[in-house]
């Protein structure tokens, strides 16, 4: 059994989370339609349908879908060229970590509080990964 790296770990729980994103948003559609809160053709583009909550959850899976390419391909730079030693795999955990609790804060509320939480986990995101494709230039040379 061959040993994968934990930024690939990282990188396909990122991917999950974004699955279970969406099946989060299906769920609250399948309830709605069967108690009768929702008609099946109501969830059309342009429609209003669903509770604040449920725009937040909305938003959040939007927000994972909108950074995972990015992400992607951080990583996967990281690992082909090389660079995926314990520090880049470590900053990749803390990548996806970082992502799950900013989607739940998103989804818990949108206070000023809830924001100024969700920013700084946003921010811990980019931090790492601009030091991840740091660790990568400087691999190859280029620093």
Known sequence: MS???????????YAMWAMFLVL????????QVAT???????????TQHGSESY????????NVLENLPIFAAIVLAGVVS?????????????VVCARAVQSLIHI???SAGAIN???TAFAVQ?????????????????F
């Open 126 to 142: 980019i931090v790492c990964q601009f030091w991840m494709a740091w660790l990568i230039l400087q691999n190859a040379g280029v």
């Open 82 to 94: 090389g660079a995926a030693d314990t520090t880049f795999n470590g900053l990749a955990v803390v």
């Open 117 to 119: 939480l969700r920013f």
């Open 108 to 110: 818990a509320s949108g």
């Open 55 to 62: 725009w937040r959850l909305n938003r959040a899976h939007m």
């Open 36 to 46: 009768g809160k929702a008609a099946i053709t109501s969830f059309t583009p342009g």
């Open 3 to 13: 040993m994968v790296p934990a930024c690939i770990v990282a990188l396909t729980l």
């Open 24 to 31: 989060s948003i299906g769920a609250v559609r399948v309830h």
